[in-house]
Nanobody, 127 residues
Framework: QVHIVESGGRLVQPGESLRLSCIVS????????IGWFRQAPGKEREGLSC????????RIADSIEGRVSISRDSAKNMVYLEMYNLKPGDTSIYYC????????????????????WGQGTQVTVSA
């Protein structure tokens, strides 16, 4: 059974950077795909980024291109989302998720393919 735990969310000031962490356990295949999503109050959940397990290739959503990066530490089963130049509009609950096994080279950010969600971590950007 896949188990996901996010951490790192906190109150930050506009312009600051923040790194969120996601530790995933229980993956049984190398063809995994992990995505980061967020949901602000009253808004739909939004896909931000994904990382492909067997290739290491990543994808960033156009809406946040240039302000986030995704990376992993395989030895620690960790996936990170680094966010830069944070704005009040980035205030959301951030979720890490495991998507269905993916055999292509580069993942797609698709919440319809998510099999397992973490509990989320709150990021608040405010002066």
């Amino acid at each position: 059974q896949v188990h996901i735990v996010e951490s790192g969310g906190r109150l930050v000031q506009p312009g600051e950077s923040l790194r969120l962490s996601c530790i995933v356990s229980g993956l049984t295949s190398e063809y995994w795909e992990i995505g980061w999503f967020r949901q602000a109050p009253g808004k739909e959940r939004e896909g931000l980024s994904c990382l492909t397990g067997h290739t290491g290739l990543t994808r960033i959503a156009d809406s946040i291109e240039g302000r986030v990066s995704i990376s992993r530490d395989s030895a620690k089963n960790m996936v990170y989302l680094e966010m830069y130049n944070l704005k009040p509009g980035d205030t959301s609950i951030y979720y890490c998720a495991v998507e269905s096994p993916f055999y292509g080279a580069r993942c797609y950010i698709d919440q319809q393919r998510v099999n397992s969600w973490g509990q989320g971590t709150q990021v608040t950007v405010s002066a």
